[in-house]
């Protein structure tokens, strides 16, 4: 199973971005999906997941701007951002595992990240 990152990119605060985590190789049904992120000089830190059944989850200080979402059609997830900060500039990556989970080592396969850059 293979995940691709994408919809990342420079973005003035208060601003929108869509990011897609597209799984190939295996059917997402399967799968819980979660995004993580990483900015310099700061650990991998949680940001939102999803159930298999659908069911999203959020770190509390996204809780909000966040909306993370599934479509099994497209083996693609969805984390569409809003209100954007500079502190949310980091490296976003996708994981996808059995359960939607904070525990990034609970994921079986990740994809290379992409960069979110905002700028104040």
């Known amino acids: 199973v293979q995940l691709q990152a994408s919809g990342g990119g420079l973005m003035q605060a208060g601003g929108s971005l869509r990011l897609s985590c597209a799984v190939s190789?295996?059917?997402?049904?399967?799968?819980?999906v979660g995004w993580f992120r990483q900015a310099p000089g700061k650990e991998r830190e949680f940001v939102a997941a999803i159930g298999r059944s659908g069911r999203p989850y959020y770190s509390d200080s996204q809780k909000g701007r966040f909306t993370i979402s599934r479509d099994n059609a497209k083996n693609t997830v969805y984390l569409q951002m809003n209100s954007l900060k500079p502190e949310d500039t980091a490296v976003y990556y996708c994981?996808?595992?059995?359960?939607?989970?904070?525990?990034?080592?609970?994921?079986?396969?990740w994809g290379q990240g992409t960069q979110v850059t905002v700028s104040s």
């Open positions: 190789g295996g059917s997402l049904g399967y799968y819980a």
């Open positions: 994981a996808a595992g059995s359960t939607a989970t904070v525990v990034a080592d609970a994921y079986y396969y």
